[in-house]
């Protein structure tokens, strides 16, 4: 009796580890499923906007990456640099502006400016179906109106999701 009643208990026991096991396995399955649903909605919503696409299987973690053409914009010293220190502040935050209304309403991921005093003063990435859409916005910095900035655009590819490090 005592020997049954062990038996049992072991077969319990192993029942309930393998239940464990299959269901760990299905919540990796629907992690994976939710994914799939998730970047395969991603690439539905970007398509139907107009934007450029292609995705790729990662080897190492079999994870689907989305891949997005993005817009950098170079931010150029201009032709026209003779505004006194007045009018420059005050296009500096004009152009300040800009850029934060650029990101408030998605058109810009990331701004910022260059280290040094060279002829490129900055990049804008802009999140945008089209490059003619991302040149008119950057054309419409006060800066660039200005004639400070001059404004030099290529496309460029990100992964959807990915932050900088």
């Known amino acids: 009796m005592k020997h ?3 038996t049992l208990i072991f ?3 192993m029942a309930c580890n393998d239940y464990k096991v299959k269901s760990k396995d299905a919540k990796i399955k629907q992690e994976a499923l939710k994914e799939e649903t998730t970047v395969k909605q991603q690439k539905e919503v970007l398509v139907s ?4 696409i292609f995705d790729y299987v990662d080897e190492e973690t079999q ?3 989305l891949m997005q053409q993005y817009f950098i914009a170079f931010l150029k010293r201009g032709p026209n640099r003779s505004q006194d220190k007045e009018e420059a502040d005050s296009l500096q935050r004009l152009h300040l502006a800009h850029l934060g209304k650029m990101y408030k ?3 810009a991921d990331i701004s910022g400016p260059f280290g040094d005093d060279g002829d490129i003063r900055g990049i804008t990435i802009y999140n945008t179906p089209t490059q003619e859409v991302a040149d008119s916005l950057a054309n419409s910095d006060p800066m660039v109106k200005a004639g400070r900035l001059v404004i030099e655009i290529h ?9 900088l490090r």
């Open 4 to 6: 049954t009643m062990v």
């Open 11 to 13: 077969i319990a026991l």
């Open 49 to 52: 906007k107009g934007y450029q």
């Open 63 to 65: 994870d689907t990456v």
């Open 105 to 107: 309403e998605g058109h």
């Open 155 to 163: 496309p460029w590819w990100a992964a959807k999701g990915f932050g």
